[in-house]
């Protein structure tokens, strides 16, 4: 893998799409589209929340995320801190840390933790084939 510091136009032409995919990610976001947000992930992608079982593919991912965009108030940003792409330009590595909040039945919910992407580029389109996320909060 490459890192997306000192890398061949090639690869960093790569490190740009994933950039630009993390933008669509971020407007599914703003504009609480499940669908949309689904269709950034491949057909089977691996599905690794917190305290939950894993799931696989869009639908799974797509229900999750419709749940999660009739939440009041959400606020969910993720800033991607390294990317690292595969020398063949087909897999890549995304980590990163977000930030949510939402009010709940029990009041307003917050926390902050980090999230890794496995991505891979199909069709000349980079989808992500895992996501898995977990808080920084401690445990107990």
Avoid: C
Wanted: proline letters at 4%.
């Amino acid at each position: 893998m490459t890192e997306s510091e000192g890398i061949n136009e090639k690869m960093q032409a790569e490190v740009q799409a994933i950039h630009n995919l993390d933008m669509q990610w971020a407007e599914m976001v703003e504009s609480k589209n499940a669908s949309g947000m689904a269709a950034l992930y491949t057909a089977n992608a691996l599905w690794l929340p917190p305290n939950d079982v894993q799931t696989s593919g869009t639908e799974a991912i797509q229900n999750f995320y419709t749940r999660l965009f009739q939440t009041p108030n959400l606020s969910l940003v993720h800033t991607t801190t390294k990317i690292a792409v595969s020398q063949s330009g087909e897999m890549a590595v995304e980590v990163g840390a977000y930030n949510i909040s939402m009010d709940t039945p029990q009041g307003t919910f917050k926390d902050t933790g980090k999230y890794m992407f496995l991505l891979s580029k199909l069709d000349g389109e980079w989808r992500i084939a895992a996501d898995i996320f977990n808080s920084d909060a401690p445990l107990m």
